[in-house]
């Protein structure tokens, strides 16, 4: 639903009110959350490319005993508003409530930052740019001149590097001063004819209009006649007949004026930067790492090389810490079991203790490290500005298969979780592709399935041959692969479409921060996902207790559903305990072994399994075999989203439709593959 803002506001001295509404506005990638962290003090998440912030982000701050709410608006290379964070944008700048707009620009791409800039200054002159990324522009031999910028521009300007607070607080003070006169001399000037037509249109509403934007830009929509725009206001909807008719005539005249108004305020940037702007093209070598990240031949090899490095990592660096907090929560167990023995009954207590507490201690203890190191390690490549060159290579196989290539960014982020990566679906404009992008996502295992996943290969004795990181690396090719797969099926099916085109920034490598990038994926991505895999796994300890304690005869329910399920489990290649212990395991990807394990064993609380020998002497005896194992591998990588997942699918989407098809499209996968791999093993 399109967001509207109220148009008119009584003027306002500056020096004379309590508080101030600021937008900060900007290309992508530019910096602009960064800066509103510094000045709000919040963790927005920010990262090395295009598309982060996708809403309006808001924050408070108070200097000088004023108060000040900041609107960091989504990133937008124009306010054309093609795609939904332009019109966020767009809209909020045309019509939103506010005192002063922040324009951030990055000083070592200024040329191409100038088009926002200048069709912002067309619409008000209530504005502060802020160069940023100065230090960047120094590394590189760039020199921006401040003063020649404000010259022409007639608008503050001010320099400064977002990651420094002293730096970012020097922008404050000029939100105090007095606003210019709205006459300034615009320093985009169209053809003639086009000039006049402004002039005759801008003569009717200089009275009418909103007192924060200029008539001309106004004139110039009308003309235009962009009916988006136009609507919002009231004296457009007033005008008499001769001065519509007058509109029209006008309009023919002119003819297609959108392409000559891109053109002139392209050629005003330009003339722009060559004055303001000296480079020494010595110190650019992007251009040769590029050419290895970017080659059809190193691209798609280096970034494979990458995510396995991030994998290892993240699964065999856990290992260390997933003990010792499994240890943490064994060594207190006790403490609370005497603590609720004190106050409730022997029943209720078993119902805490090994119902609730040990399901979430093994959840905590087996997501949180991997999940850390994860996220930690794919902040930085964010930063480091790899991303989009994924994004990049991969952009090709995606347009075979009808599909964008910033599905590429939004499949690695289902790596560390699936939810993370329906969420950064927002960023595909195309509401066809963003579809494609949310029903395949999970086709990539997330860091719930790795445990299950390196315990299999690491026991049986295909791992022997391809060792268990080669393996693991194996099956993510394989998701990856059944990825474009299903992007194809349903490009041809449900989702048939074109693909639309996209304008991907190869934004430029830089340093990382190391600690900020910490503290940001620790808060915003690792403790906001498991706080929701937490609550699911609350809801799988109890119905775990539940089936577990439900007799029937001298047979418990769960022991029932797993026989039950043994046909369908014997035609997979697997049995009714494995189905059964996928199905209970629905709230988190992480319970599903150690339902296995308890179910096995007859025990009535969850086991954590630490020694594989014992693990897979327990499995060989209960008629596992190493087709038991394979298929136990494909229907680990294929099967339905977790509820966290489809929870996020269903508030993404709007629509159980598409939340169900999300549900079955990897789940068909994986029981036709299993029942193929038993097929063929059987015949063999």
């Not at 951030?104 to 008000?124: C, G, H, M």
């Not at 391809?466 to 474009?484: C, K, Q, V, Y």
């Not at 690792?526 to 775990?544: D, E, K, Q, S």
Request: aromatic share 10%; glycine share 4%.
């Amino acid at each position: 639903m399109k967001t509207t803002f109220a148009l008119y506001s009584k003027k306002q001295e500056i020096e004379n009110i309590d508080s101030m509404i600021v937008a900060l506005a900007g290309n992508p990638n530019v910096g602009k959350s960064t800066i509103f962290n510094r000045l709000t003090g919040l963790n927005q998440h920010t990262g090395n490319w295009p598309g982060k912030t996708v809403s309006n982000a808001t924050g408070n701050f108070v200097y000088d005993k004023k108060h000040f709410t900041l609107y960091d608006l989504p990133g937008t290379y124009s306010l054309n508003a093609n795609s939904p964070e332009e019109e966020i944008a767009r809209d909020f700048i045309c019509f939103g409530k506010w005192d002063k707009i922040i324009i951030i620009v990055d000083a070592t791409s200024l040329k191409r930052n100038l088009n926002l800039l200048l069709q912002i200054l067309e619409i008000t002159d209530q504005v502060i740019v802020c160069v940023n990324l100065l230090d960047e522009a120094k590394r590189k031999g760039i020199v921006v001149n401040l003063n020649k910028l404000e010259s022409i521009l007639q608008v503050p300007v001010i320099g400064c590097v977002g990651h420094d607070k002293q730096s970012v607080d020097k922008i404050v003070p000029y939100l105090f001063k007095e606003k210019p006169e709205l006459n300034r001399i615009t320093p985009i000037l169209y053809r003639q004819k086009i000039e006049l037509a402004i002039q005759e249109v801008d003569s009717w509403i200089k009275d009418h209009k909103p007192i924060h934007l200029h008539s001309r830009w106004i004139a110039l929509q009308f003309l235009i006649q962009d009916e988006q725009i136009c609507q919002n206001f009231n004296f457009y909807k007033e005008l008499n007949d001769v001065q519509k008719n007058r509109l029209q005539t006008l309009k023919e005249e002119l003819g297609n004026t959108h392409d000559e108004i891109s053109k002139s305020i392209n050629i005003a940037s330009k003339l722009i930067y060559n004055q303001v702007v000296k480079t020494d093209t010595q110190k650019i070598n992007n251009y040769k790492i590029d050419k290895l990240l970017t080659s059809r031949i190193t691209g798609i090899p280096i970034m494979i090389l990458f995510l396995g490095l991030i994998f290892w990592v993240s699964i065999f660096g856990a290992n260390i810490f997933s003990d010792q907090i499994s240890l943490f929560f064994s060594s207190i167990e006790v403490h609370f079991t005497f603590l609720f023995s004190m106050f409730l009954p022997s029943s209720f207590v078993d119902f805490l203790i090994n119902g609730i507490y040990r399901t979430l201690a093994w959840v905590v203890s087996v997501m949180l490290p991997p999940m850390t190191i994860f996220f930690f390690l794919f902040s930085i490549l964010e930063d480091l500005g790899v991303l989009p060159r994924l994004a990049f290579n991969l952009d090709f196989a995606f347009s075979k298969c009808q599909a964008c290539g910033k599905q590429a960014l939004t499949m690695c982020m289902g790596f560390g979780c699936n939810a993370a990566g329906i969420i950064g679906t927002r960023i595909i404009d195309s509401n066809r592709e963003k579809l494609i992008a949310i029903c395949t996502n999970n086709f990539v295992p997330c860091n719930g399935r790795f445990p299950t996943l390196i315990a299999i290969l690491t026991m049986f004795s295909f791992s022997s041959i391809i060792g268990p990181s080669i393996g693991l690396l194996l099956i993510l090719l394989l998701g990856i692969s059944l990825t474009f797969l299903s992007s194809f099926f349903l490009s041809k099916t449900l989702l048939r479409g074109d693909t639309s085109n996209f304008l991907l920034e190869l934004t430029p490598y830089r340093k990382p921060h190391l600690f900020n990038i910490f503290i940001s994926s620790l808060k915003n991505k690792t403790l906001a996902l498991l706080y929701r895999a937490v609550l699911a796994a609350i809801l799988a300890g109890v119905i775990l207790y539940i089936c577990i304690h439900i007799k029937a005869g001298d047979q418990s329910l769960l022991k029932i559903i797993c026989d039950l399920l043994d046909p369908l489990g014997k035609l997979m290649g697997l049995d009714g305990v494995i189905l059964a212990s996928f199905i209970l395991g629905f709230p988190a990807n992480e319970i599903v072994m150690p339902i296995i394990i308890m179910t096995y064993l007859n025990s009535s609380t969850l086991t954590n399994y630490t020694n594989l020998v014992e693990l897979k002497s327990l499995l060989i005896n209960n008629s596992w075999t190493s087709l038991t194992a394979l298929n136990m591998i494909i229907f680990t990588l294929l099967h339905w989203p977790c509820s966290t997942t489809l929870m996020t699918i269903k508030k993404e989407t709007q629509s159980i439709k598409w939340t169900l098809v999300s549900f079955l499209l990897p789940t068909c996968f994986g029981v036709i593959l299993c029942v193929l791999t038993t097929l063929i093993y059987n015949l063999i």
